[in-house]
């Protein structure tokens, strides 16, 4: 009796461990097959930047050029101010993020960690701005950025991207996970809350700084319907605005807009593998170790 049941035992968990394996390879696959379909994009773009304009729509689809010509990248450099549109974006990204991170973080500190009279009330209206659409606040920030003599100039972009309701509500929750008996501690040994935020806050929010980072630099590297609005003269433009003009009314030059296209992705993969590592804690905890 003891035998029978014994062996019944042991074949329940044999099946149940074949459930458990079947059911991770499954996972695994549709892991992998997201994966490829989510980077095919990316590998046909590389391929059709090192090959000539007669190839890159051939089919079968050869993803390894026969020749690969580096020139494409030279000429994406030559023909027109590449370097400028290069170094506009990156101003405006790097400021832009910047000059989030200290909102964001000043913001989310006040709302999680100051009692003051309506402050989950102004919390939730401030954070509710996220429902608008852009294309209602176009105009009105259009005419705003008007008054102030900002249209055709950078620090139109830079000005209205330094203020995100994502970031406050980030850095909010990322604080309030921080024990207030900690902050007590520091006013308590004299700090003010300048200092408990610099010095104590500050370097807990490595996860949720490197996060922001990441989104914040992506936007303002990627946006393409801002500088459109905004930018007029060509010694302006950023990026997405300069690879237009490989773009005219009777050709496109698809090969010089491949290259001009992966020459444009590079930072935005630097900053992520730079700041993946706290990118992944900050998803992953939730509060202090």
């Known amino acids: 009796m003891n035998l029978a049941t014994e062996a019944s035992v042991y074949t329940a968990e044999v099946k149940k461990r074949k459930k458990i394996s079947i059911g991770k390879i499954v996972k695994y696959l549709v892991i992998i097959f997201v994966s490829i379909a989510m980077i095919l994009p990316f590998v046909w773009m590389l391929s059709a930047s090192l090959k000539a304009e007669t190839e890159i729509f051939g089919f079968p689809i050869k ?30 990204a790097v400021i832009t993020t910047i000059l989030v991170i200290i909102n964001s973080s000043l913001a989310g500190y006040a709302f999680a960690k100051i009692n003051f009279p309506e402050s989950n009330k102004l919390f939730f209206i401030y954070v509710a701005t996220m429902m608008i659409p852009y294309q209602v606040m176009m105009i009105p920030q259009f005419m705003l950025m008007s008054k102030l003599g900002l249209v055709n100039s950078h620090w139109s972009l830079i000005i209205l991207g330094m203020f995100n309701p994502f970031g406050v509500f980030l850095f909010r929750q990322f604080f309030l996970s921080i024990p207030d008996e900690l902050l007590e501690a520091a006013r308590i040994d004299g700090l003010t809350e300048f200092g408990i935020y610099w010095r104590i806050i500050m370097p807990l929010s490595k996860p949720a700084i490197a996060t922001l980072v990441i989104f914040s630099f992506m936007h303002s590297w990627n946006d393409f319907l801002g500088p459109l609005i905004y930018l007029t003269s060509d010694h302006l433009y950023t990026l997405q605005l300069g690879i237009q003009h490989f773009i005219t009314e009777y050709n496109t030059e698809y090969s010089l807009l491949m290259a001009a296209a992966v020459s444009a992705v590079i930072p935005t993969i630097i900053v992520y593998f730079l700041a993946q590592d706290h990118f992944i804690k900050g998803v992953a905890n939730t509060g202090i170790k």
């Open 63 to 92: 993803w390894i050029p026969e020749t690969f010509r580096w020139e494409n990248y030279k000429n994406v450099w030559t023909t027109v101010p590449f370097h400028l549109y290069y170094l506009n974006t990156l101003k405006i």
